[in-house]
């Protein structure tokens, strides 16, 4: 029996849901299992150390009721490098009784270690973003329908938007955001390939980390033009906006 499965893609919901009952097939007795479940504390958003140890003591126990022990650890991205260490002792001996699961967005934020110690289970990538607040998720969407739109549709927000993007510290704050939600597309799909690329010019790649790279690099730019100059940021914003390639959903 395999103890140890990474599930990778997909969103937060159907990571969780395909750890808690797609994979207790594996043993043919999907409802016995004594579960613990590990996620990021609220507070500091990560997962410490401790909680991994307190599931490792959790797992060293023999099962009450049920065959097996499962430890289940949402978004594991999240884990500080002292918990992933931690973790690497139960992954390389793990307890005959145990099976554990590792949810995150890619592999890319874990130790190779970690992820050469499970079975990889890859779903199929989608926009997930981490969100902060109701503003924050209103700018992450607003900007993603931003990327899939056309150049006329692009120049019309801007000219809707020109009040704040005439103020430089809102300007500065939603680009941000924008670099926010590329740095996530690019980890996204340099892991599992599935977005779609779609650029303005034909000869570019359509599937391509690169051209993620390229539109992240040119919102870096934009940012410390308008921060360190005196370009308009609504000229700026319109030339990059012109500049990004269109994002669609396969």
Not at 61 to 85: D, F, H, S
Not at 197 to 222: D, V, Y
Not at 232 to 239: C, K, N
Request: proline fraction near 6%; glycine fraction near 4%; charge should be neutral.
């Amino acid at each position: 029996m395999i103890h140890s499965f990474l599930i990778v893609g997909g969103t937060r919901e159907k990571r969780k849901l395909q750890a808690i009952s797609g994979l207790s097939g594996q043993t043919r007795e999907p409802h016995k299992f004594d579960t613990t479940i590990l996620e990021p504390k609220e507070d500091k958003r990560m997962i410490t150390i401790d909680q991994v140890r307190d599931l490792q003591h959790q797992l060293s126990l023999k099962p009450y009721a049920a065959k097996l022990k499962t430890g289940i650890i949402l978004e594991a991205q999240r884990m500080t490098v002292e918990a992933q260490n931690a973790l690497l002792k139960t992954l390389e001996e793990p307890p005959a009784h145990s099976v554990l699961i590792l949810t995150a967005l890619s592999t890319k934020n874990l130790l190779p270690t970690i992820v050469s110690r499970c079975q990889t289970v890859r779903l199929r990538p989608e926009i997930d973003l981490e969100i902060e607040s109701k503003e924050h998720q209103q700018a992450v969407e607003e900007f993603l329908q931003l990327l899939r739109s056309g150049s006329g549709e692009r120049l019309a927000w801007v000219e809707e938007n020109k009040k704040i993007i005439n103020d430089q510290p809102s300007t500065l704050n939603m680009l941000d955001v924008w670099i926010s939600v590329l740095r996530d597309l690019l980890l996204i799909n340099s892991d599992c390939p599935g977005l779609v690329l779609n650029s303005l010019n034909p000869p570019n790649s359509l599937n391509s980390p690169q051209i993620l790279t390229m539109a992240l690099e040119r919102t870096i730019e934009t940012k410390n033009l308008i921060a360190k100059t005196n370009v308009s940021p609504r000229l700026a914003l319109e030339v990059l906006l012109l500049d990004l390639p269109v994002l669609s959903n396969p």
